[in-house]
């Protein structure tokens, strides 16, 4: 017996369409990555920047010293005093921050995370924890990922192999972490970056981004 194929086209093209709107509604997402200073932020944007190379990574700008290895542009913004106060006052920062008690600041430009979220870009920003507080105020969507460390003592021990802080100072960004990791609550998700474990740390970021961009009903980002 011959079965003729069934007349579905019009169906197909109906389904089609409704396969298109739900590819359409991924909406350009801002994806916070904070933490203790010490738990490894800049090596896991270095990975996340290769399985994502399409998003944007948004550049702090900060007033400190570069390190070996960083480059401008890259790293970091490396701008003088004069120059990160005149981009503050006239608005240009997402956030600011001055911290441990050396004069430096930081700041998120607004600009570029605007122009890329306008673009249809997703947009990943590396920020300390009073700055992912401001972003969540600014932006609510925003996807806040806190980075935990394993443990204090492993903590205290990268800071301490980086060699770039005096005991005061080390000091206090042991204190400010302990604090900082009161706040882990205010996150949407919690990744502990294990020892020797980056990729791990990575692979579980990288899981939670590509959940939330399948997420249906998804929030605009205005900033």
Known sequence: MIVERPDWDGLNERADGL?????????????????????????????????????????????????????????YYFLSQQEFQQSREAGEFLETAEVY??????GVPKGPIRDALRSGRHVIVKVDVQGARTIRELAPPAILIFVAPPGMDELSERLYRRKTDDPVILMQRMRTASRELEAAQEFDYVVFNESDQPERAAELISAIVEAELARINQPEIVL
Request: net charge positive; glycine share 12%.
């Open 101 to 106: 008690g050396k004069g430096y600041w930081y």
């Open 19 to 75: 396969i298109d709107e739900l590819r359409s509604v991924v909406k350009p997402h801002l994806f916070v990555i904070s933490g203790p200073s010490g738990v490894g932020k800049d090596t896991l944007i270095e990975k996340l920047r290769l399985r994502f190379p399409e998003f944007r990574f948004a550049v702090t700008a900060t007033t400190r010293e570069r390190r070996g290895g960083e480059i401008h542009g890259v790293h």
